[in-house]
C-alpha cells in the first residue's frame, strides 16, 4: 500500500507558512545599526517614488470610455507611460536595496507563452519580477483597488480583480483570465503566483489552476533569494511583514535572481485537465529548486494539506482546544464538558448548535473569558458565533475519550436531522467539517465512494472510513487520538479502552459518546 507522507517543510519548521528570520546576536546589532540609519532613509525615497508614479499611472487611462478601458491600452499612451512606470518602479527597488537583479534564461514572448507562473512565492517584496517581465499584467484582490497609489497602479495595469468572498466576481474573473489568455497576442502577457498565497519556500505549496484552466503554454519563472539572511519571506505565521520590511532593508543590500525556465507546452490530457497540468509544472519547478512538490494548500485562512479531497488541517484546532481545556478544567473535566456541549446540540432547538464566546464558556464551564474567545477563533467564527458541533465532535475525536465509532454516531445523528438514516451530499460536508475542524468545500470524492443509490448511510460511512485506504490515512491521522486513541489498520479499529471493532461493524465500547 503506498503511504501518505506529509512533507515536513525544514527541521526547525512543521510546515510551510510560518517563518522566522534566523540571527545571531551580532547580526541582529549590525541589523539595529545599520536599520535605524537605512530604514527611513529607504522607505522615505520609496515612499516618494510611488508619490510620482501615482498621477502617472492614473495618466495613462486618463479620459478614456469604459469601453476604450475594457480593451488593451496601444499606442503612445502604451510606450510612453509604460517605460516610465517601469524605470521608477526599478528605482523604488533599488532603494530598498535591490541593486542587482540577476536574470538567467531567456523570457519568452506573447505568442510563445501568454503567461508566466512564478514561484516559490515568498513576499509582497516578489513583485519585484514585474521588472524582468516588463510590467506583465497580474490577478489581484478588488479590495486592492482602492488603496492609494496600489489602485492606481492595478489601474494602470489593467489587472484582472476579484473579489474571494464573491462567486460571482471570481467567474468573472476567470472569464476575463481566459478571454486574455487565449487572445493571440491581442492582450499583453500575464503573470501569476500559482501557489496564491506566500510560504517560507522550502516547498512549493499545491498550484492552483488559474493560470492552466486556458490550456495554452506556460514560462515558469523561478524566484532565489540567495543571501546569509533569508528576511524577505512573510507568511501565515513568524515574522510579520513589518519585520521582513526592517530586517529586508536592514541589509546593505539584498541578492535576488530571476530564473526563465523552457517553456511548457501542455499535452491534449493536461489542455483537458488543468489541475493536472498545473501538478505537471508544480512538479517541474519543484525539481528544478531542489523541494518537494506537496498538496499544502491555504483554503480561506487555514493552512491545509489535500487528501482525497478533504482539507485536513495543518494546525488542527481540536488539538490546541483540547489541550487549552485541559489546561484551563483539568484532564479529568474535559469529558463532562464535552457531553454538555453535545446536550446543547441535541436539544433539537433550531439554533441550538451555535453558540456566542459568553454562551460558550458558560457550557463548557470556563471562568477565563479570554480562553473562550481563543476557542472561537480556532474555528469558523461568523457573526458572533460558532458552531458548537465544530468544537465538540473534532475535540471528542482526539481526546481518547470516547471510540471512533461512538463519535461518528453522534455526528452522523446531529446532521440527519430529519432522521432519514441518510446524509446528503451538503450535510456530509458539514459532518466532515465538524470531524476535522476545518470547512470542508470538496467531499464529492468521499460521497461517491460511501453513498450506495443516492443513499449513504452510517454503517456505510463507517465502513469507508476505516477500509479505504486513502480515508483510513485521514480517520488515523486526523480524527484519532495520537497517544492512546484508536487507531484503524486493516478494517479494524481499536480504541482507548482496547475495544476492537472488525470489518463486518460488531463492537463493544466501554465507553459511550452517544
Known sequence: MERYVRHSATQEYPHPFIHEVKMTTAQRIRGIILGSVLFPVRILLASLLFLIMWPIARLRLAGLSEEDRSRPVKGWRRWLFHSVILSLSRAVFFCLGYFWVKVKGRKADLKEAPVLV??????????????????????????????PVIGALLEFNQSVLVSRKDPESRKKAVAQVRERLTSNGYWPQMLMFPEGTTTNGSVLIKFKPGAFLAGVP????????????????????????????????????????????????????????????????????????????????????????????????????????LSLLQR????????????????????????????????????LGLTDRQAAVTICGLYYFKDEVVDLRQICLSVAALSGLFSFKSVLHTAFTLFDREGRGSLSAEELSDLMGALLGVPQRNTAELYTQASNQGQLTE????????????????????????????????????????????????????????
Not at 529586508?248 to 535572481?257: A, E, F, I, K, W
Request: with cysteine; net charge negative.
Open 459 to 514: 454503517e456505510r460511512l463507517l465502513q469507508v472510513l476505516t477500509t479505504h485506504p486513502t480515508y483510513q490515512r485521514v480517520a488515523n491521522e486526523f480524527m484519532q487520538c495520537d497517544n492512546a486513541g484508536a487507531h484503524l489498520a486493516n478494517g479494524k479499529a481499536e480504541n482507548n479502552n482496547g475495544s476492537m471493532q472488525n470489518g463486518n461493524g460488531s463492537i463493544h465500547y466501554n465507553k459511550k459518546f452517544d
Open 218 to 321: 506556460v514560462q515558469p519563472v523561478l524566484l532565489h533569494y540567495p543571501n546569509k539572511l533569508d528576511t524577505v519571506r512573510w507568511t501565515y505565521k513568524g515574522t510579520t511583514w513589518l519585520e521582513a520590511l526592517w530586517h529586508t532593508t536592514s541589509q546593505l543590500y539584498t541578492n535576488v535572481t530571476v530564473e526563465f525556465l523552457p517553456v511548457y507546452n501542455p499535452s491534449q490530457e493536461e489542455k483537458n485537465d488543468p489541475n493536472l497540468y498545473a501538478d505537471n509544472v508544480q512538479k517541474l519547478m519543484a525539481k528544478a529548486l531542489g523541494v518537494p512538490a506537496t498538496d499544502y494548500v491555504m483554503d480561506g485562512r487555514v493552512p491545509v494539506s489535500k487528501l482525497g479531497g478533504l482539507s485536513l488541517p495543518v494546525e488542527s484546532p481540536a488539538r490546541k482546544t
Open 118 to 147: 512564478v514561484a516559490p512565492h515568498s513576499s509582497f517584496l516578489d513583485m519585484l519580477v514585474l521588472c524582468p517581465t516588463e510590467l506583465a499584467t497580474v490577478v489581484s484582490r478588488s479590495e486592492n483597488a482602492s488603496l
Open 328 to 363: 484551563s478544567l483539568g484532564a479529568g473535566n474535559v469529558e463532562a464538558a464535552l457531553g454538555r456541549m453535545i446536550d446543547r446540540c441535541q436539544t433539537g432547538a433550531q439554533g441550538s448548535a451555535r453558540a456566542s464566546v459568553d454562551e460558550l464558556a458558560d457550557i
